[in-house]
């Protein structure tokens, strides 16, 4: 339908500068800020090459502990047979990664599913692929959107498509319209601005068929799978830090502008009234101030014998001055102790451990290191929750597609947290202590539920032992302990 055409058009339009902010700050591509218009006149070109991208750290450290690990139809040999042969032949393990990466930098990402199309000669030499009879393919929201119903925010209207063509020297826009029961075929009318409602016509392809623009869908469904970190449209996970980002730059563009004067500081040498300046000193090269930036002039002269020497235990006598000094530059601390604080103001606002800024410094152990990523571990086991249900519609629908469609998807994903130190340990033990199943307590301290079910757990587990130093076991007289030795 035309209309819906325009309300996509519209939606994405609307959407997209958020878009394109979230990824110009996560590719680190944004401009410094300027307060004065006179200061960015004469000073923006110095930082266009320095680039301090931490903005993206709350996007890939997320990322890393979000793992897609394992998806299965339990107690059905057969429909996760064909789960592990399509997500083979569709290379997952690449490309679900970077599905979520863009879920989290955008807030949303799309994964489409459909049948191999025959037609292709692409999937005709993926002999894989072709056998698989399934293909999917990653998504950004800059060039797909899923409408959602008004009235019912958990029901899709339809899914917009838009890529650009180029024909005939021209630049087209080509759009798709997903339906329940049917995909509608668009291309924007030569010599109009895409966006109207006038300046859109049916895309017939190479067929004369007038009714060849509507393809029929026999699988009522939308076959595009929303991924998000919030609802009903996602919000980058780095959002927040945008602001510390730019206050970095700042801080550090501007420390970096002004490293020359370090090395070549700015100097001054007061002269007593009516001196002669050029008696014995370094004179100048030309006749006049205005000959002064002109290196080709025929003013210059030629360079007058200096009575003065430099190095090691000499004195430098400068007659007609009475004094000289140069301007201290800047303090590095200046601008270094505000990039740090606004570094811990990322960290903060972004729920993004301290040390994933600098992992240079003194990482957290132990109980601390829990604590310090106890807001992470918790947002990331949020965002598996929110992932949870595309992945499991994503599958249910890829078995329709194969004839085996099934009533359950088991997803799991890779432990938050895994369990690193002896203190992480000596809590696993006392959970199996109470009665915490070993299998439980052993797919909580990190390990796949796979690798688990293969471990003979019947065995008991000897208990975790702290080593005690021997100047601390306690004596029951210490004075005799004394006269002994």
């Known amino acids: 339908m035309l209309d819906d055409l325009i309300l996509g058009w519209q939606a994405m339009e609307e959407a997209l500068p958020e878009y394109e902010k979230a990824e110009a700050y996560f590719k680190g591509t944004v401009d410094e800020v300027f307060a004065s218009p006179r200061i960015r006149q004469a000073i923006a070109a110095t930082g266009e090459r320095y680039r301090f991208n931490l903005a993206k750290t709350p996007v890939t450290v997320l990322a890393n502990r979000v793992e897609l690990t394992a998806v299965t139809v339990p107690d059905d040999e057969t429909a996760s047979g064909l789960i592990e042969e399509v997500w083979g032949a569709n290379n997952m393990d690449t490309y679900y990664p970077d599905l979520l990466l863009k879920a989290f930098e955008y807030g949303d990402s799309y994964l489409m599913a459909w049948p191999v199309d025959e037609d292709d000669p692409t999937t005709m030499e993926d002999d894989e692929l072709y056998a698989a009879g399934v293909q999917l393919v990653v998504h950004s929201p800059l060039h797909v959107r899923v409408i959602y119903d008004p009235e019912n925010e958990r029901r899709k209207l339809f899914a917009i498509k838009r890529w650009k063509l180029r024909i005939d020297g021209e630049t087209r826009w080509r759009v798709d319209l997903y339906y329940p029961d049917r995909i509608e075929q668009w291309m924007s009318r030569k010599g109009c601005e895409a966006g109207s409602a006038d300046s859109w016509e049916p895309f017939l392809g190479d067929g004369e068929d007038p009714e060849s623009w509507i393809l029929d869908n ?65 004179g100048p090269l030309w006749g006049d101030d205005a000959d002064a930036d002109d290196t080709t002039s025929s003013t210059r002269i030629k360079a007058p014998s200096s009575g003065l020497s430099g190095g090691p235990g000499t004195m430098l006598e400068l007659q007609g001055m009475k ?33 994933a800024f600098d992992p240079s410094g003194d990482t957290p152990s132990g109980e601390s290191l829990k604590v310090a990523e106890a807001p992470l571990v918790k947002k990331a086991i949020n965002r598996e929750t929110m992932l949870k249900a595309p992945v499991q519609e994503t599958w249910k629908f890829v078995l329709r597609i194969l004839g085996q469609p099934v009533p359950r998807i088991d997803v799991r994903f890779a432990p938050a947290q895994a369990a690193t130190g002896k203190s992480d340990w000596e809590v ?6 109470v009665g915490v199943p070993k299998d439980q307590t052993l797919i909580e301290a990190g390990y796949e539920a796979d690798v688990v079910e293969g471990w003979d757990l019947s065995t008991p587990t000897p208990p975790v032992v702290a080593a005690v130093p021997a100047a601390a076991v306690p004596v029951e007289n210490p004075q005799m302990e004394a006269q002994d030795a």
């Open 428 to 433: 696993v033990e006392l959970k199996q202590a």
């Open 218 to 282: 026999p699988y009522n469904e939308i076959p595009f799978f929303h991924h998000r970190n919030a609802l009903p449209y996602g919000i980058p996970e780095h959002k927040d830090g945008y602001g510390c980002q730019d206050a970095i730059n700042k801080m550090l563009i501007t420390q970096l502008t002004t490293t020359d004067s370090h090395g070549w500081p700015q100097r001054y040498a007061l002269t007593d009234q009516g001196a002669e300046l050029d008696h014995n000193n370094d």
């Open 323 to 355: 004094a000289v000094g140069q301007f201290a530059a800047a303090d590095p601390a200046v601008f270094t102790d505000p990039a740090q604080l606004y570094i811990r103001l990322m960290a903060q606002v972004t729920e993004t451990p301290l040390h």
